[in-house]
């Protein structure tokens, strides 16, 4: 790595190498054998330096502090609180449910992870230049982004909550034939004789919800051509923020499962992993550093 990379990309980097699960393990298993009634009474003890697997945290208690409500969430296990977040069903790699205990200690570590690869995520990106998230595959800016090569894609998909399909001015497809199906129905959407993603870019409603298709060559109407920002950054749509290395720590079957008062739950596979998407510069530069 250059001497610049090290300045401007020290933030994010620090972070990464400095991960925050060794810490929940140590406040988990604290809380667990310790005589303490709430997770906060760990918390307010961990306020010296400690070295975990080889790093050393200089604060532990201020690097938690923004984990501290799922961090709570263990005392549901000393039957202190009630989970407040409905426990979706979880099986193993071998499709057997993992017993309820371990399902928490999953279900939180997925939120931690999520919560500090999202983190990481915005601090490297940035200087990164790249705007590949925010356009079609093959578009002016893929060299720029450091894309080297032809995407073999037809259009990216930006799925988009109700409430983030105002961000965009764009024209609305929003029919019958569009919501009894999926971006992934085969055949596709058909608009004018031709697949939908031959077509401008555009917001679609589709059976299971908006999104934003950006066609070929296409760039999201949010992305300053003068900056390459985002111009709605702050207010930008849920998946916009979503990491490139990201955690698997579950993964969502499209199955549900019965709960014992009847009402139907999602299914999550317990995966155990990091996993990066390998066309995202950052996750390139910073392969070794991903893979500690
Ligand atoms: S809304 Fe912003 S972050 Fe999301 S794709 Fe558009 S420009 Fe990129
Ligand atoms: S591919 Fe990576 S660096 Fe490029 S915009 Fe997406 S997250 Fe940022």
Known sequence: MHAEDDKIFQQGLSRLKKPVLPLVNMVQFLYLTGPFATVGEVLGRVTKAVELEGVLYEDPRQMLAEYAAFLNEFEVIKGKKKLSAALPFIVNEKDEPVAKRQALELWIKQEILSRELEAINSMLCGPCGCVLCCTGPNSAFDAASGFRGRMKQEFFEIPLADSEVDLFTLARIDTEASRSRTVLSDPPLQLEKAPFYKHEM??????????????????????????????????RPGV???????????????????????????????????????????VRKFQDEIGT
């Open 202 to 235: 555009a917001l679609y409603h589709w059976k299971n919800g908006w999104s934003l298709i950006l066609p070929e060559g296409s760039v999201c109407p949010q992305l300053s051509k003068d900056t390459q920002r985002c111009m709605v950054y702050t207010k």
């Open 240 to 282: 916009c923020r979503k990491p490139q290395i990201f955690a698997y720590v579950l993964e969502k079957t499209p199955d549900t499962a019965k709960r014992s008062d009847g009402k139907l739950i999602p299914v999550y596979m317990a995966r155990n992993k990091v996993l990066a998407v390998w066309d995202c510069p950052y």
